[in-house]
């Protein structure tokens, strides 16, 4: 007979069972072939004893669960490289952030610059005009 029980997800999950009735002819553990080659050798499914149904059913029970584990590792490793390529977005995004600040601080003392250079640029046409006047003033009276 089977039990089952509810297990919190965090917490670790070991199923055994015993053939107290196992012949000698059984193969040792390593030399089982592996019907998940991605899973641990601890996690794979035993070979069922076909004379029983309920080792069946745990064996088909076993394998189910073991896909689904391949199904969620297979699931981590994308989020793992997603969070990755979102990371360096967010990593480029900060640069161009400091990047555009920077350029920001570049046009507005560019334009104080350029606003300085109006300013002088007019005080000198104006200095400029008035020595005029005062040059042809000059050459009028001479």
Known sequence: MISTARVPAD????????LND???????????????????QQLQPLPPCHDSA???QVYKQHCQIAEEYHEVKKEIALLE????????KLDQAEKEKVGA????????????????LKLAQSQCVEQLEKLRIQY???QGSS
Do not use: W
């Not at 600040?101 to 300085?116: G, I, K, M, S, Y």
């Open 81 to 88: 490289e997603r969070k990755k390529e979102l990371i360096a």
């Open 22 to 40: 196992a012949s000698d002819d059984i193969p040792p553990e390593d030399s089982i072939p592996l019907v998940f080659p991605e899973l641990d």
């Open 54 to 56: 309920e080792s069946m």
């Open 136 to 138: 042809q003033k000059r």
């Open 11 to 18: 917490k670790p999950v070991r199923i055994a069972f015993s």
């Open 101 to 116: 600040a920077q350029l920001v601080r570049e046009f507005e003392a560019l334009t104080e610059e350029n606003r300085t």
